[in-house]
Structures are given as structure tokens and as C-alpha cells.
């Protein structure tokens, strides 16, 4: 039964999770039972039921050898040392300049890969690693800033890489009216245009 398992994990070819193997194991057990009815007529009714429950799985993962990976992505490579040295200089510069917390601006950016698959797969003991795949990079970035003191709240950014969505002009939508600032380039980043905006 664990090479059903496996098949179906590359089949889908990213990702596959407890839930839809459970699914899926429930489904292979009904085909089971209705084979085995098929063949040995009405007499075979009356064997135990099957639940594929977390349990199950957990049971089945030690039986069978699987176990889950994470799938690396790209390394950060953020300067630490830089960072925490810049934080000294701007509490020096907010204490020497006497700023009021209602003064102070907090600006941060986030992406969000709304068609990324999840990073754990689970794979045979037989498997050391997952083969490569490309991940899904269709994103869209969102800039969220507010004041120290939490009373000013900017509206926020949201960068995609199509100004104009099929779906505004099929519902007529007008980005005016949006909830958040709406911009776009190839890649959706925050340009320096764009945070001055």
C-alpha cells in the first residue's frame, strides 16, 4: 500500500498532505471491500470497519518508513550585525531629536505567494531527498506602515504584477475605491516610486 502512497505523492508533483492521504486511503479501502464483495458475494459483509484518521497515519508512517522532509528554499541572507547597529542609531537619533511616538513611522513589506505549495512532503525511507521542482513565485507584495503610537495608520500598498485584473473589469471594480493603494509591476515590488507615492 505504501507505493500507492508514493505514486500519488509524485503524481501531484508538489505536495501532498495528512488530509489527502487519509482521503485517499479511505477511497482505496471502499474499492477493497467492493472488490472483495464482488468475489466473495454476501457472505463477506460483515467485516470491520475502516477510519483513516490522523492515528492511522501516524501508525502507518511508522510501518512503512515515510517520513516528512522540509523543502529548502532560497537561503536568507540578511546582515544581522548591520541591522542591530542601525537600530542604536535610530533610537539615538529619535532620543537626541526629541520625537514624539506620534512621529515615528513604521513601514514593512511582506510578500505573499498566494500559489506556493507547502514546504513538508512526506517520502519512503528508500527516498534521502525530493526531486527538484520549481515553486510557484506568482506574488503579490503588500506595504503595511502606522505610527508608533498606533493612532495613524497609512493606507496599505498592495503591488501586483497586472494593473488591470480581468476580474475589475468583469465586475466593475475601481481601484479608487479599493481598500488598499494598488499598484503594479513585472516582478511587484515596492519601487522607491511607489513608497514616495
Known amino acids: 500500500?505504501?507505493?500507492?502512497?508514493?505514486?500519488?505523492?509524485?503524481?501531484?508533483?508538489?505536495?501532498?498532505?495528512?488530509?489527502?492521504?487519509?482521503?485517499?486511503?479511505?477511497?482505496?479501502?471502499?474499492?477493497l471491500k467492493r472488490d472483495i464483495t464482488k468475489t466473495e458475494g454476501e457472505?463477506?459483509?460483515?467485516g470491520e470497519g475502516f477510519k483513516a484518521s490522523r492515528g492511522w497515519f501516524d501508525n502507518f508512517k511508522?510501518?512503512?518508513?515515510?517520513?516528512?522532509?522540509i523543502r529548502h528554499g532560497e537561503a536568507t541572507n540578511g546582515d544581522i550585525k548591520a541591522a542591530e547597529n542601525f537600530n542604536k542609531v535610530i533610537e539615538k537619533?529619535?532620543?537626541?531629536e526629541k520625537y514624539l511616538p506620534q512621529q515615528e513611522f513604521n513601514c514593512d513589506e511582506t510578500g505573499l505567494f498566494w500559489k506556493k505549495m507547502p514546504r513538508r512532503q512526506f517520502i519512503t525511507a528508500e527516498e534521502k531527498s525530493l526531486p527538484g521542482h520549481k515553486a510557484m513565485?506568482?506574488?503579490?507584495?503588500?506595504?503595511?506602515?502606522d505610527n508608533a503610537f498606533g493612532d495613524f495608520k497609512i493606507k496599505p500598498?498592495?503591488?501586483?504584477?497586472?494593473?488591470?485584473?480581468?476580474?475589475?473589469?468583469?465586475?466593475?471594480?475601481?481601484?479608487?475605491?479599493?481598500?488598499?493603494?494598488?499598484?503594479?509591476?513585472?516582478?511587484?515590488?515596492?519601487?522607491?516610486?511607489?513608497?514616495?507615492?
Do not use: P
Not at 511508522?62 to 522532509?69: L, T
Not at 537619533?93 to 537626541?96: G, K, M, Q
Open 1 to 31: 500500500m505504501s507505493e500507492a502512497f508514493v505514486s500519488l505523492t509524485w503524481q501531484m508533483s508538489d505536495s501532498v498532505s495528512v488530509a489527502i492521504i487519509c482521503e485517499k486511503a479511505g477511497a482505496i479501502f471502499q474499492d
Open 43 to 46: 457472505s463477506s459483509q460483515g
Open 62 to 69: 511508522k510501518r512503512s518508513g515515510i517520513h516528512s522532509v
Open 93 to 96: 537619533l529619535i532620543s537626541e
Open 137 to 145: 513565485k506568482d506574488r503579490l507584495t503588500l506595504a503595511l506602515s
Open 157 to 197: 500598498l498592495l503591488v501586483y504584477h497586472s494593473e488591470n485584473q480581468r476580474a475589475f473589469k468583469a465586475y466593475k471594480v475601481m481601484k479608487e475605491k479599493l481598500q488598499v493603494l494598488w499598484r503594479a509591476n513585472s516582478k511587484a515590488w515596492v519601487t522607491r516610486q511607489f513608497f514616495i507615492e
